[in-house]
């Protein structure tokens, strides 16, 4: 995703005093949080955006002429803009704000489905005979919303494969994406693997038979340098909660002559350019997906959270992400009987490792590591068909952020040390 060597310097003792909940203790010793890729930990300036809104500003957006609603109006609006130039847009008009990641997803998945059965853009048009291509890769809001827009088209629901090393098996990509595709929906790092997936090949065999394409960012939006003109899909989803912002906010980016072309999601108030009893006419995007109260507050803290990335430099967030998980595979392979999944070196790789302690259930192991104050994730991650791939029922994963350091990994390791202790 970008040449470290290029990339200034982060430290991250200084970004850590920056992060209130970081000084604390859990279960008696120092917290080490390895959750990121769960949700993000939010740095003071976050905190004090989102006290101050409420605090001095709070009223309903786009409604009011009154000085408070204005106020809150134009923070609202800035927050859209200042998302627009972190990720590169052209304009404000093609962020659209929604609760998460998942949201975003449905969304699109809902254009596609009110095409299908209401009539609208051909390009969302399905029926049976056409297909939607995704990835054995994906988390759940990836895979079910497809399931479910083919099982009321009529569509086929098609899918890459993964390779033994954790990548994505594009062997077959131009028999799998051919001209009855309609979408390709993929993830661009793995919330499990942290495999970051080649767009170039996917994205001209998509164009070459008038495919749309999707690409899932929630974890490579916080983590590296984004620009969505460059990248070259229509839409792109990401969330909030896991770049340093509050939760309950997410945005969906798409090509603007594509969101035009799209119907509304929800329908209500502000999305609407005129009503009568018999017709309603609907505002231009991003106006007409964002039906009702909106995540006001959340939004100001969002806007907050891309101004501190911003200043941190998302060229040093990856360097140190991608150092960080250097040293981490290193020092995970001193560990006896650890399987770590996904790529074993940090080439198109996030910092994401999943792993699993043979014989020792990871409820077990995150239990204990909780024990000695290490914050891990364990389960199927929302990836089920991944854990299915290489026959685990669940892993452990730990997940890096800009606040983590070496230290952190190393206590990791010994905590996993204890953990074969305890279970012999």
């Keep these: ?7 200034p310097s982060l430290d991250p003792a200084t970004v850590r005093a920056d992060f209130p909940i970081l000084s604390r203790q859990v279960n008696g010793h120092p917290m080490v949080y390895l959750d990121s890729g769960n949700t993000s930990q939010k740095p003071q300036p976050v905190l004090d955006a989102v006290a101050e809104h409420y605090a001095r500003h709070n009223a309903n957006v786009s409604r009011s002429v009154h000085t408070v609603g204005t106020e809150a109006t134009e923070a609202y609006e800035g927050a859209r803009a200042k998302l627009a130039r972190f990720i590169g847009a052209p304009g404000p008009d093609q962020v659209v704000f929604t609760k998460n990641s998942t949201e975003a997803i449905n969304l699109v998945a809902y254009a596609f489905l009110a095409a299908s059965v209401g009539g609208g853009d051909p390009r969302f048009r399905l029926g049976p005979g056409d297909q939607v291509v995704i990835s054995e890769m994906e988390h759940h809001s990836n895979i079910v919303p497809w399931q479910l827009l083919c099982e009321r088209t009529g569509a086929t629901l098609r899918w890459f494969g993964i390779t033994d ?17 309609k979408l390709v929906s993929y993830v661009h790092m793995s919330n499990i693997l942290g495999t970051i997936n080649p767009t170039e090949p996917v994205l001209a065999r998509a164009r070459e038979v008038g495919a749309l394409v999707l690409l899932d960012c929630s974890q490579s939006v916080p983590h590296a340098p984004m620009d969505v003109t460059a990248l070259g899909a229509d839409f792109i989803a990401f969330t909030g909660h896991k770049m340093c912002g509050p939760t309950g906010i997410g945005a969906l980016w798409g090509r603007g002559e594509v969101l035009a072309a799209m119907p ?14 018999e017709k309603t006419t609907y505002a231009a995007p991003p106006t007409r997906f964002e039906a009702g109260t909106p995540p006001i507050a959340q939004a100001v803290g969002l806007g907050a959270a891309v101004d501190y990335l911003s200043g941190v430099d998302m060229r040093a967030v990856r360097a140190h992400e991608q150092q960080l998980t250097g040293y981490a595979l290193d020092a995970l392979q001193t560990v006896p009987d650890l399987r770590i999944f996904g790529p074993a070196t940090t080439e198109a790789r996030g910092g994401i490792i999943s792993f699993a302690l043979a014989g020792i259930h990871p409820h077990d192991v995150g239990q204990v590591l909780d024990g000695q104050g290490i914050e891990v994730r364990v389960g199927h ?23 983590n350091t070496t230290a952190e990994v190393d206590a990791l390791v010994r905590g996993l040390e204890q953990v074969r202790k305890v279970f012999g």
Excluded: K, N
Excluded at 1 to 7: N, Q, R, V
Excluded at 264 to 277: A, N, R, W
Excluded at 381 to 402: D, E, K
């Design 1 to 7: 995703m970008m040449d470290t060597l290029t990339a």
């Design 165 to 181: 090393d954790g990548r994505l098996d594009l062997s077959d990509l131009d028999t799998l994406v051919d001209e009855r595709t």
């Design 264 to 277: 509304p999601f929800l329908g209500g108030g502000s999305m609407i350019e005129t009503v009568t009893m």
């Design 381 to 403: 991650h929302c990836a089920r068909p991944v854990c299915a791939r290489f026959g685990v029922a669940s892993t452990t994963r730990a997940s890096f952020y800009l606040y």
